[in-house]
């Protein structure tokens, strides 16, 4: 068992077989990795870019969430990338 101060955390998010873990300390996410591995069949994908449709971008400040790569690509699926757009918001 794990003690945690106030800024110590670990966040494991799980949608059907893929894991994302997130922590405060790259320990406790050595930790669970290996305490997943012993019990149950894994594969380690290393650290990720993208889950789920979502880009994740580490920065010094924090991580940054954003899905304009995925807009992007329907742009360009549904050839609208370079049509001049305009926004308005009422």
């Given amino acids: 068992m ?3 101060d106030d800024s110590e955390y670990v966040i494991l998010c799980l949608y059907v077989d893929d894991i994302l873990i997130f922590s405060s300390n790259m320990h406790f996410i050595n930790d669970v990795k290996s305490f997943l ?3 149950f069949d894994t594969k380690d994908l290393d650290p990720v870019d993208v ?3 979502v880009k994740l971008i ?3 400040d924090g991580t940054i969430l954003t899905q304009s790569h995925y807009v ?3 742009l360009k699926k549904f ?3 370079d049509v001049e757009t305009y926004f308005y918001s009422l």
Wanted: positive net charge; hydrophobic residues 30%; contains cysteine.
């Fill in 72 to 74: 992007e690509k329907l």
């Fill in 37 to 39: 591995c012993s019990n």
């Fill in 2 to 4: 794990k003690q945690f």
């Fill in 79 to 81: 050839n609208y990338f």
């Fill in 51 to 53: 889950i789920l449709g």
């Fill in 58 to 60: 580490k920065k010094n």
